[in-house]
T-cell receptor, first 112, second 115 residues
Framework: GDSVTQMEGPVTLSEEAFLTINCTYT??????LFWYVQYPGEGLQLLLK?????DKGSNKGFEATYRKETTSFHLEKGSVQVSDSAVYFC???????????FGQGTRLTINP | GAGVSQTPSNKVTEKGKYVELRCDPI?????LYWYRQSLGQGPEFLIY????????DSGLPNDRFFAVRPEGSVSTLKIQRTERGDSAVYLC?????????????FGQGTRLTVV
């Protein structure tokens, strides 16, 4: 079945470090791909998305590129801040199937 | 309201009891979803409504779980004969039209604890 596999956490970095959180997927069709973020005490929020191969989603300094050849959608940020501390979820949805399939989440902690 | 509202935020119930969890989606959103998130896991799909009808209920784990959306707005997730394994955070989301790739907006969830 369709699935998403994320880099296991927790991940701890120092402020201004470079961030990569790996995400790979398995899907029978051509999914849309998403990164959702859950800040402490808040609900899940869409961070960025890409709907077709080679698209790059970006928001708040985060980027992810839809790589069909490697079935990946890795999240990157060049210089993280303490305020980026949160749990990050990679997800997919298939055309015609409106539900989201989530990875297990990666907890990120940024130390000052 | 401005966002998706879920009530209650916390619910503790005894094993075997019946519970109802409420979701009030963003006004005008025709698509509504329920997910369940166990500790340390990502959300798992339960059911999707388009308007008043359940378009996909393939994620409901068994017949103790049921959800309704009678007027195409507020939805209620109903769990009968609760079990300890039902303990989780139940998330509701809504989106404008439910098409693939459309952003889903999530509520803060209801934490259900079955003791």
């Amino acid at each position: 079945g369709d699935s998403v596999t994320q880099m296991e956490g927790p991940v701890t970095l120092s402020e201004e470090a470079f961030l990569t959180i790996n995400c790979t997927y398995t899907a029978t069709g051509y999914p849309s791909l998403f990164w959702y973020v859950q800040y402490p005490g808040e609900g899940l929020q869409l961070l960025l998305k890409a709907t077709k191969a080679d698209d790059k989603g970006s928001n708040k300094g985060f980027e992810a590129t839809y790589r069909k050849e490697t079935t990946s959608f890795h999240l990157e940020k060049g210089s993280v801040q303490v305020s980026d501390s949160a749990v990050y979820f990679c997800a997919l949805s298939l055309q015609g199937a409106q539900k989201l399939v989530f990875g297990q989440g990666t907890r990120l902690t940024i130390n000052p | 309201g401005a966002g998706v509202s879920q009530t209650p935020s916390n619910k503790v119930t005894e094993k075997g009891k019946y519970v109802e969890l409420r979701c009030d989606p963003i006004s005008g959103h025709t698509a509504l979803y329920w997910y369940r998130q166990s500790l340390g896991q990502g959300p798992e799909f339960l059911i999707y409504f388009q308007g008043t009808g359940a378009a996909d209920d393939s994620g409901l784990p068994n017949d103790r779980f049921f959800a309704v959306r009678p007027e195409g707005s507020v939805s209620t997730l109903k769990i009968q004969r609760t079990e300890r394994g039902d303990s989780a955070v139940y998330l509701c989301a809504s989106s404008l039209n439910g098409f693939g790739g459309t952003e889903a907006f999530f509520g803060q969830g209801t934490r259900l604890t079955v003791v």
